[in-house]
């Protein structure tokens, strides 16, 4: 999950999302899923976009299981 903009690829937003509920409770709704590139050999799939959030929260299974690690 990330909130900043820039570091994703081709951010489509017209589809219905649901919402996520951070860790000080407020519920906030995902804005787009999208890939981002954490570097040119590493594209990160299905990155939520959501606002109010202020970290980028990574999940080290999912990248494990993307790359058959």
Same mark, same amino acid.
């Given at each position: 999950?990330?909130?900043n ?5 081709? /951010?489509?937003?017209n ?26 050999? /590493?594209?990160?799939?299905?990155? /939520? ?7 980028? /929260?990574?999940?080290i ?9």
């Amino acid at each position: 999950m990330t909130e900043n903009k820039d570091i994703l690829s081709s /951010l489509a937003s017209n589809f219905f999302y649901p919402s996520v509920t951070l860790a000080d409770g407020f519920i906030s709704s995902v804005q787009g899923i999208d890939v981002a590139n954490a570097t040119s050999s /590493l594209p990160l799939p299905y990155v /939520l976009y959501v606002l109010n959030f202020s970290f980028h /929260l990574l999940s080290i299974s999912k990248i494990t299981r993307s790359l058959n690690c």
